[in-house]
């Protein structure tokens, strides 16, 4: 055989055994994992994740529902490419939060795709609107795996405080070995316009991770966030956000009830 025919075959031998990747098995890198290659255009990386995270719920679900977890901060890399905009990791301050439900995937999937979101949640919007980038019909009947959309909504406060904030969501299906879920990540377009200081924040990444289970589903909500320095403890603000999310889970089961 011609030496360039033999490596030729060589090369494509190596790349034909090249092994899928391997999500993280501890879960404060595997929270991050899910966040990083949620726009993998293969899905490998994705369906390891969700394998890994079904496994370790199984064996860690009571005593994860009990409080926050540990989150690794995310990547320059990874901020850099959400959307080709040169953002900053310093202060990154990040955590997770475990909540579980008796209402099904495609149920929260309604909640947060096929409706309003200021509906689901009347409580937490003055104004809110939301413009899709293509058909979330398309997503909920299973036909495509994945939905994109641009979110802007106020958000008021006591003592006349609020926030406006404008946000990129993407939301993807993926089929695991076992179970099935709907990830959905978004971020903070720029920093929200708010008119006190201690409702800054320079950088904000969300996770919202619907996953299959026993009974239901097990929900994991995640945030990284870059406070402005000068405003508020940065371990403050994402305890606080914590509080918020297991208040929303509460909301959302709440209307799924209904």
Known sequence: MPMKHLLFVSFVALVGCTPPPQAPEELNDLVTWFYAHHSDEEPEAMISGVDRLDEWLDDNLEEVLQDDSQVTALSEETVDTVDDVDRSTDGMVALAVFTESVHTVDDAAFAMVGSEIDVVYPDAFSEYEREWVNEPDCFLSLECDRAEAYERYTASFPLNLYTTSELQNEYLWVQGTERRA????????????????????????????????????????????????????ATTAIRLVGNDYRDNSETLDAWLDE
């Open 182 to 233: 709907m990830v959905q990540r978004n971020w903070l377009l720029t920093p929200p316009d708010t008119n006190n200081p201690l409702l800054e924040v320079d950088e904000m990444f969300h996770l919202n991770l619907f996953i299959e289970s026993d009974v239901g589903f097990v929900r994991l909500q995640s945030a990284w966030m870059i406070v402005t320095q000068e405003a508020v403890n």
